[in-house]
Every structure is written in structure tokens, then in C-alpha cells.
T-cell receptor, first 113, second 111 residues
Framework: QQQVKQSPQSLIVQKGGISIINCAYE??????FPWYQQFPGKGPALLIA?????SEKKEGRFTISFNKSAKQFSLHIMDSQPGDSATYFC????????????FGKGTMLLVSP | EAGVAQSPRYKIIEKRQSVAFWCNPI?????LYWYQQILGQGPKLLIQ????????DSQLPKDRFSAERLKGVDSTLKIQPAKLEDSAVYLC?????????FGQGTRLTVV
């Protein structure tokens, strides 16, 4: 049972464009939704996270939008840069993040120069 | 602050052999996770420790995989005997207040 569904699998965006990655979850007990960025040969690193008491969180060029009623959340990367080329994973957990993370399958982002 | 340390970085073994991975979490992090990441997929939890007690090992194939965390610090993950489908990156992560920090992982190839 896939509890966190992520799309698209891969994404090509031109430099300066907006990258959008979507995730949907099933378990209404989830209350912590982080996004991780992973470069080849490296472990995932936390990029940005949101809790369901807010609908949007912005950190620099990265924004999470959260829709509790639809059980969906998305990552927007504004002014995408070649250095943003990586695999992005959404995740979800219960207990304000103290429980184990359930990951989506990942989106491979390529930002073309 | 030092990150999560894992070794070895790479390992190639034949099927039916055994292998062990080591993880040293960030100092003071009580929670430690082992994840399996198959190529092209997201990490899948194998086991979660809180200090040296097991919190969740529901997805650990216990007939071949074992893990321990002695003294609530370092941890080892063992596979015996390995199968071809165990080829993956094994990630260790630790957390203190929710946020998980990952090591670089051990890439295992079973031939």
C-alpha cells in the first residue's frame, strides 16, 4: 500500500522556470510533511517542511503548498537553476514528525541551462 | 556538527554471502533509522530504534536481516544470506526532534 503518491516521476524545466512536484497522502493521521532533496551519491537532505496548521510555507525559492481537505501538498521551485537538478522526495509522518517517515517514490528534476 | 557516518560506502558480494553495515549517528540523537533505497525509488524503512530499543521493524525481512544498536549509539545492519534483490543503497538516519538527517549510504551490489 503506497501511502504517499508522488508525481511526476521526472521533470525537465528550463532555467528560470517554475518546477512543480505534487504529492497526495491517504493517512489522515499524518501531520508532518517534509520535502527532501537528494543528489547522486548522497543521502537525502531536508529541504523544507510543513505542518497542517498552515496552507503555505516559503523558504527562499522553495514553497510548499498544503491542501488538507484534498490531502495533497506540493513543492514549487521558483526561478529554477541547474544546481537544483536532483531527485526530490516528499514524505509524511505522524506525531509531529517523531514517527517514521513514509516517502514518495521521488521526482527526478533536470533544470536545463 | 558532524553528520551521520556510514561505512562502507560500497560493497559487492555474491548471493548467499553475508554483509554488515555500520552507522554512527549524530551525537545526542536518540532515534536511528535504517532505510533501504532501491534504484529509482524512495527510501523504505527497515527498522527504527529509540535509544537501543526497537520502535518499528515491521518491514524488516527478519529471516535474513538483523540490526542492533548497542548502548543507544552506533548501529549495525546485517544481511545473511544476501539475495540478488537486496541490491540497493542502505541509508542510516538519525533524528532528535522530528527532523531526520541521513548519511551518504552504503551501496550494496549482490551478484
Amino acid at each position: 500500500q503506497q501511502q504517499v503518491k508522488q508525481s511526476p516521476q521526472s521533470l525537465i524545466v528550463q532555467k528560470g522556470g517554475i518546477s512543480i512536484i505534487n504529492c497526495a497522502y491517504e493517512n489522515t493521521a499524518f501531520d508532518y510533511f517534509p520535502w527532501y532533496q537528494q543528489f547522486p551519491g548522497k543521502g537525502p537532505a531536508l529541504l523544507i517542511a510543513i505542518r497542517p496548521d498552515v496552507s503555505e510555507k516559503k523558504e527562499g525559492r522553495f514553497t510548499i503548498s498544503f491542501n488538507k481537505s484534498a490531502k495533497q501538498f506540493s513543492l514549487h521551485i521558483m526561478d529554477s537553476q541547474p544546481g537544483d537538478s536532483a531527485t526530490y522526495f516528499c514524505a509524511a509522518s505522524k506525531d509531529s514528525g517523531y514517527s517514521t517517515l513514509t516517502f514518495g517514490k521521488g521526482t527526478m528534476l533536470l533544470v536545463s541551462p | 556538527e558532524a553528520g551521520v557516518a556510514q561505512s562502507p560506502r560500497y560493497k559487492i558480494i555474491e548471493k548467499r554471502q553475508s554483509v554488515a553495515f555500520w552507522c554512527n549517528p549524530i551525537s545526542g540523537h536518540a532515534t536511528l533509522y535504517w532505510y533501504q533505497q532501491i534504484l529509482g525509488q524512495g527510501p523504505k524503512l527497515l527498522i527504527q530504534f529509540q535509544n537501543n530499543g526497537v520502535v518499528d521493524d515491521s518491514q524488516l525481512p527478519k529471516d535474513r536481516f538483523s540490526a542492533e544498536r548497542l548502548k543507544g549509539v552506533d548501529s549495525t545492519l546485517k544481511i545473511q544470506p544476501a539475495k540478488l534483490e537486496d541490491s540497493a543503497v542502505y541509508l542510516c538516519a538519525s533524528s532528535f526532534y522530528g527532523e531526520a538527517f541521513f548519511g551518504q549510504g552504503t551501496r550494496l551490489t549482490v551478484v
